[in-house]
């Protein structure tokens, strides 16, 4: 985690309380607590009073026995939410409270009477400091019980943060936000799951990431905290033999994880699934992807140049992530699109409204232009010969690919009573041909399967390989294909993980 040279270093310890006696806490700017300032001198002209005050140490003049909270630890160990609060002590523990100003209350409370005369009997008081957005975060940071154990790393009061973040190399060639206790802090605040708890164990270097790291990584990523349960399920979906990060990062091929998130979660946190869904201007779609390819980087060591070995590479693995359209509990998408399409996530045995990630080994995605098909057979048609240019138009069974369905185009499936899967079967019948026409030499191209194919027919991809997912604009007659890398055993399969809301 980042910190500065010149950020406070006052004292953590707790400013202790006296054993036995009252104890109240005020600020100044705090009209009920200005009110009572002749209470609390009263109070403690009869007796023992200690006030602790928030904001002014000067604050309340009257009162001789005052402590200045200046780091707020007295109001956050004693869970303080409005001020003013009275308190009872009894051999260094708290016996009773009360808040806000309410003669009778106080009289009862300290045994006094007459306390106020001439006030008015009851005044609600004011929120706590401790309990300000302003101060919660940096509070939680210093005394709260998210575990917090990153090392610091002090940067001069002269250093440009982002330079410095991006000279020590923990940047994918973009900005990043300063990952500060505070931040971090927010961040775990999350998911329920503990700060040292291991989340996965990240290639290339077999690094274990702990929810602080990836909170940590998350932070540099531009994400909010709703994100963050989100990010874990991605990396976990990463971090497996089925997926196989190390061979995708090994490869020469432009390949790198794509995810996809289904389920009342991507409606949440406000993440993109219709116009502009690849693209740029949504926070949760830019940033979720690059945080889980920041912890491959800064924890599993996988940078370009290094293991990643990518010869051409692409725009999308800096982070690429987006969420499907589909249909809300109660029926409705946010595209005109209809709802006829289940999810992608069902594919992987999840039912549909299941809040899941999808991570798919994927290239950049392309265009797929047909502005005149009308009927699903013309459409399947057009999508199947786009698809079978996949890498190379005479190279099949290799790659899965995700055809992205823009609404435009889905409509014309949809409205004729096709299904995804019925879609999808009919595109694979489509992309086979006869090995005659794929093999090595044909049609004067060297590329192409081994001879002893000549006489099969070829399906372009393995069972199950093609993945028809609902997004995009609702204007425009448009699909994209997204290709996969070496995909079965040999390569990397998608995986779909079950998003915890709550962690």
Known sequence: MASSADENQADNAVAEVPGDGLVAVVKRDCPTCELIGPVLADIE????????????PAFPEAVAARVHDADLGFSWHHDIETVPTLMRFADGAET??????SRPEWESFTGLGGLGDGLPEHRPGCGSLSVDPAHVDALEARFGGSGLSARRVEFGSQEDLHEAMFDRGWSDGLPLVPPTAERVAAMLAGTSRAADEVVANVAPDLADCTVEKAAVNAVMA?????????????????????FNMHGMLA?????????????????????????NVFGQGNRANSTIGRAVQLIVRNVGGGRPGEVDRA?????????????????????????SGGTGWDPLCTDFGFEAGTNAVTAFPGEAPRSVVDQLS?????????????????????????????????????????????TR???????????????SELVRGADGIAEGVPDFLAEADLP??????????????????????????VNGEVGAQPVCVEIDPWR
């Not at 289904?262 to 993109?272: T, V």
């Not at 725009?315 to 690429?320: A, E, T």
């Open 45 to 56: 002209s009869r007796g023992s009073l200690t006030v602790f005050t928030q904001d002014d």
């Open 251 to 275: 490869t020469t091929m432009p390949v790198g994880p794509v995810f996809i998130v289904n389920g009342p979660i991507a409606r949440q946190i406000g993440m993109n699934n219709g116009m």
């Open 460 to 485: 372009k991809f393995r069972e199950g390989g093609l993945h028809l997912v609902h997004c995009g604009g609702g204007a425009g007659l448009f699909s994209a294909v997204i290709g996969g890398w």
């Open 374 to 418: 009308r009927d699903p057979e013309s459409l399947a048609r057009t999508l199947a010969a786009s698809l079978n240019a996949i890498h190379h138009p005479k190279l099949v069974l290799g790659f899965d690919a995700i055809l992205a369905v823009a609404p435009d185009h889905s409509r014309v499936f949809i409205d004729s009573g096709w």
């Open 222 to 242: 531009g994400c909010r905290p709703e994100y963050f349960p989100v990010v874990l399920a991605a990396l976990t979906a990463v971090c497996n033999d089925t």
């Open 96 to 101: 009773g409270r009360i808040v806000g100003w």
């Open 421 to 435: 899967q019925q879609t999808a079967d009919r595109i694979n019948e489509l992309t086979t041909r006869p090995g």
């Open 311 to 335: 010869a051409l590479g692409q725009p999308g693995k800096v982070g690429f992530c987006f969420a499907e359209i589909e249909a809300a509990a109660d029926g409705s998408t946010d595209e």
